[in-house]
């Protein structure tokens, strides 16, 4: 794949990050547990300091991108469970 996509998807990852732990946040004050929430949070962050850094240097990586989508994937697909799991264990 070409540099641009490259770009395109680490951007998307980036952005889609930022996005996450926003909704998250309002969540948060809307009612929802705080601290699974923001346990989950915590891959998202990291994905946003990554990208904030390649950003602002323009050095992309493919590693970024595949990590972006397996950890992206997996989150999204266990987070329910995870909330309630960490609900029980922080409780």
């Known amino acids: 794949m070409s540099r641009r996509n490259?770009?395109?998807i680490s951007k998307i990852i980036f952005f889609y990050s930022v996005f996450y732990i926003i909704m998250k946040i309002i969540a948060i004050f809307g009612g929802a547990w705080i601290l699974p929430n923001l346990v989950l949070t915590i891959p998202y962050a990291i994905?946003?300091?990554?990208?904030a850094y390649m950003v602002k240097?323009?050095?992309?990586?493919?590693?970024?991108?595949?990590?972006?989508?397996?950890v992206i994937s997996i989150v999204r697909y266990y987070e329910s469970e995870w909330l309630l799991e960490l609900q029980?264990?922080?409780?």
């Open 6 to 8: 490259l770009v395109l």
């Open 47 to 51: 994905f946003v300091a990554i990208g």
């Open 57 to 70: 240097t323009e050095k992309y990586s493919w590693a970024y991108v595949i990590a972006g989508v397996i």
């Open 88 to 91: 029980q264990y922080f409780s």
